[in-house]
């Protein structure tokens, strides 16, 4: 046999078990498409590292990190204000710890499922690498719907949660944080049971109030930090934010933060959106609009439709935030929200560039689509991990017995969104074009493989 004609036998034959490795991976999990398709992205931009190099690959690394270090699933029954029981079903997903503590939020939401909570815990342990701390990856959450809930039974429920929730969990174990519809009230009902039943006072969650060991910065850090990296790929690109048209989505944490952010930075915010539909302001939201929409959402349940300074705006209850015309696009509410035909009118209408405030809220069709266009395009791996960033910070200070100021953690956020921008650079650059997508997984890939062949098989 020629040199060539082996060396491409040995070549196929590699790429046949790596087919074959992923065919694995969807047979373990049937019905799990939201994990499948976060396992997809990766894989695609990985598969010629994990293949040539044959340390990863005789070690099987890529095909461990499919599968969680470990899940925990639990009955959370608690009661309501008229005194019925209900159940509810509760996971934490612990993904992988090669690199620190399993790190993530929790998530209650009536659609969140193990599918889901797979798929978050995966991403997460990508984008807690990108960041550069010691964080592994981790999300949890439950199937609990909290609208229309009076503040009594969240207590209730987040207390009944954590009664089974805190033998998981713990500073150098596992360290959850907020996600969809897990703010900071939630999180002082959810520590306040964790320090009672432990009797310890630690950094075993983050996102905690001022006053008992919280970070300054945290509420803005997700929302922030996704406006600091997009200002990065506009100045790779010789290009500014300031007087650009940007569309978000949502109208929650990461949202509101992104806009107020944003219009501090003399950018034009002309949409937010909820569930119930998109709030379009022509000639851009101001700072007041925020403070106002923030006090709005503070309100249990309110709808965006409720918020009446709607002087030069329009609620509609049908249109997406992706059918107006603008330069930027900051999908911040959930996954799937933006679809093959929301990525299409956003291509036609030229935007320039789109990075993920939420995880994975484009389809795998409208990132096909938005990644072989012009648009800029940044996963949210690397755009929204501003919030785990902040986090990191939280867990330092909180393990140095210290207390961060503003300013400081503000500049730490900046720094640490630069070095991931720098990362996706580094890994993701071809043509002086950079992929963003390739970049961030390359980058983070590279760092929690190196750290799994050195603890050898387990
Ligand atoms: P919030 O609960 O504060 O806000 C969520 C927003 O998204 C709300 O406006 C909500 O509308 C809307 N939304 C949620 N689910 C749906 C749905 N199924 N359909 C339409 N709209 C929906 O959550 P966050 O802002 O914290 O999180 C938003 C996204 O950002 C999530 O993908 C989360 O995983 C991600 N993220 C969050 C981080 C954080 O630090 N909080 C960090 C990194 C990423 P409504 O109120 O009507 O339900
Ligand atoms: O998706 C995310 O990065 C978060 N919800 C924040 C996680 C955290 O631990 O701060």
Not at 97 to 123: C, D, T
Not at 391 to 418: H, P, R, V, Y
Request: glycine residues 10%.
């Amino acid at each position: 046999m020629s040199k060539t004609t082996k060396s491409k036998t040995t070549k196929s034959k590699i790429a046949q078990e790596w087919e074959d490795m992923l065919a694995r991976v969807e047979c373990r999990n049937p019905n799990q498409p939201e994990f499948l398709t976060a396992v997809r992205e990766v894989a695609d931009v990985v598969e010629t590292k994990a293949c040539k190099d044959k340390a990863i690959r005789n070690q099987r690394i890529f095909e461990r990190l499919t599968e969680p270090d470990r899940v925990v699933s639990f009955r959370v029954c608690w009661e309501t204000d008229k005194g019925e029981i209900q159940i509810n079903r509760g996971w934490r997903v612990q993904h992988c710890g090669a690199i620190g503590p399993y790190k993530g939020g929790l998530r209650f939401h009536p659609s969140v499922n193990l599918s889901i909570l797979k798929f978050l815990a995966f991403e997460q342990t990508f984008k807690n690498a990108l960041t550069g701390l010691p964080m592994g990856g981790g999300k949890g959450g439950s199937d609990f719907d909290p609208s229309g809930r009076s503040d009594r039974e969240i207590m209730r429920f987040c207390q009944a949660f954590m009664t089974e929730l805190f033998r998981h969990i713990g500073p150098q174990t596992d360290v959850p944080a907020g996600d969809i519809n897990v703010g900071s009230r939630e999180i002082g009902y959810l520590y306040g049971k964790y320090k009672q039943l432990t009797n310890t006072f630690s950094g075993a969650m983050t996102g905690k109030g001022l006053s008992y060991g919280g970070a300054p910065v945290r509420v803005e850090a997700t929302g922030y930090g996704l406006i600091y990296f997009v200002r990065e790929m506009l100045d790779a690109h010789l290009d500014a934010i300031k007087d650009k048209t940007v569309l978000i989505s949502g109208s929650g944490n990461v949202a509101l933060h992104a806009a107020e952010r944003a219009i501090q930075l003399d950018a034009k915010v002309v949409t937010l959106s909820d569930s119930t539909g998109t709030l379009y302001f022509k000639d851009g939201l101001t700072e007041g609009h925020i403070k106002q929409i923030k006090k709005l959402k503070a309100k249990d349940g309110a709808s965006l439709e409720a918020f009446k300074d709607k002087q030069g705006g329009v609620f509609s209850k049908t249109k997406k935030p992706w059918s107006y015309k603008a330069d930027i696009a900051l999908p911040c509410a959930t996954q799937n929200e933006l679809e093959e035909a929301d990525a299409k009118q956003l291509i036609k209408n030229k935007v320039k560039l789109l990075a993920e405030g939420a995880n994975m809220p484009c389809t795998e069709k409208a990132q096909k689509l938005l990644r072989e266009s012009e648009v800029l395009y940044a996963p949210g791996k690397a755009s929204n991990a501003g919030g785990v960033a902040l986090s990191g910070l939280e867990m330092s200070q909180n393990a140095a017995f210290e207390k961060g100021d503003f300013d400081t953690l503000d500049e730490q956020l900046l720094s640490i969104m630069k070095s991931i921008h720098e990362k996706c650079k580094l890994f993701g650059s071809d043509d002086n074009q950079i992929d963003y997508v390739k970049g961030a997984n390359l980058a983070a890939f590279d760092k929690v493989s190196n750290a799994m062949l050195a603890f050898g098989v387990h």
